[in-house]
């Protein structure tokens, strides 16, 4: 009998799980409550970066909001690129719980990191998001060429920031040394 084609499915590869906390320095009372929270759905938390941002942290919902601490967090444990959207879903219910005058305290932005490039979650749909389901897009932010992370064009203004992109190639060293 002859041997019959199969398609070159390989192993899914896991992802490094990131969050990025978005909210005024006036509300840094809470984030230690978002990052119970969040190590409760995603356990440890292995690297996170915190800092009053030269640029202001877009809002994630209101064109004409923004932040001014942006707070990166990252876990242990990897993910499966397929769990997005339940991520995506989990982050949402933390921001339901912390809320002012009808907008979350605290922006949470989830996303992976892998080899070659960096996603993101949406909710809302534009031409470059990729809808997944239960209304979650994925948007591409980064390719990764000439050893570091590179924006596309649709890439937001503050994700091309330089030190945004160098704490993305961190990640992404933390995520091949550990794969």
């Known amino acids: 009998m002859s041997k019959r084609w199969k398609p070159p499915f390989e192993k899914d590869k896991q992802a490094r ?5 978005a909210y005024d320095s006036e509300h840094i009372s809470y984030i230690e409550k978002v ?3 969040l190590e409760g759905f995603f356990g440890k938390i292995d690297f996170e970066i915190h800092f009053n941002s030269l640029l202001p942290v877009p809002s994630i919902y209101a064109a004409n909001k923004e932040f001014d601490v942006y707070h990166l967090i990252s876990f242990e444990r990897p993910v499966g690129r ?6 995506k879903i989990k982050t949402l219910s933390i ?6 005058d009808g907008f979350p305290i605290i922006e949470i932005d989830s996303g992976y990191v892998t080899e070659n490039q960096v996603i993101r979650t949406s909710l809302y749909e534009e031409n470059h998001k990729i809808y997944l ?5 994925a948007e591409t932010l980064y390719y990764f060429d000439k050893g570091s992370f590179k924006p ?8 091309r920031s330089p030190d945004i992109i160098t704490t993305f190639n961190d990640l992404r060293l933390i995520y091949v040394s550990s794969s």
Do not use: G, M, N
């Not at 799980?17 to 906390?21: A, K, P, V």
């Not at 397929?82 to 991520?87: A, F, K, T």
């Not at 921001?95 to 002012?100: F, I, N, P, S």
């Not at 596309?152 to 994700?159: A, D, Q």
């Open 17 to 21: 799980l990131f969050t990025i906390c």
């Open 35 to 37: 990052k119970k929270k």
């Open 95 to 100: 921001e339901l719980r912390y809320q002012k």
């Open 82 to 87: 397929e769990e997005l959207v339940d991520i």
């Open 152 to 159: 596309f064009i649709h890439t937001p203004k503050f994700f």
């Open 133 to 137: 389901y239960k209304k979650v897009f």
